[in-house]
């Protein structure tokens, strides 16, 4: 599928993440890409969401404001996900961190891994979010 069609599609999508939250949610989305971004506002539609594109502006965002949720691409301009999420767990312990990455699983270093409490696989799509906010340690 090419970006349009994505967009389009998550367009129709009735189901928003909001409905299986306990209540709204914060939610910061750190990723460069614009249509990402969008797509991923799209699926958090009814929470209180911010933005940044790259990780010092992230760090500066999560000193300032507590995010129940921080949705973080690992290979950002400036400072990397992985260094910016480990950056802000040293004064947010209780911030969800989530990496998205293009990159297998497999492929991360531990160093990445370790940074974030849960990774996701891009393409992000909601069946991953649903599953992931679905779990009781993560919908509180």
């Known amino acids: 599928l090419n970006a349009l ?7 129709r999508t009735k189901i928003h993440l909001h ?26 539609k009814g929470n209180d969401i911010d933005e940044a594109l790259d990780g010092l502006k992230a760090v500066e965002m999560a000193k300032t404001s507590h995010y129940d949720i921080i949705l973080m691409d690992l290979k950002l301009p400036g400072i990397t996900g992985d260094i ?20 297998e699983k497999e492929a991360l ?14 393409p992000v799509n909601q069946e991953q979010l649903i599953q992931l906010f679905n779990q009781p340690s993560v919908n509180q």
Do not use: C, P, W
């Open 19 to 44: 409905q299986i939250f306990m209540s709204k949610k914060k939610i910061l989305i750190v990723e460069d890409s614009s249509i990402n971004v969008y797509i991923l506002k799209q699926f958090l």
């Open 109 to 122: 270093s531990d160093f990445e891994k370790e940074s974030f409490d849960f990774i996701l696989t891009k």
């Open 84 to 103: 910016a999420a480990r950056q802000i767990k040293t004064f947010s312990k209780s911030s969800l961190i989530i990496g998205i990455t293009a990159y």
């Open 5 to 11: 069609q994505l967009i389009l599609f998550y367009e």
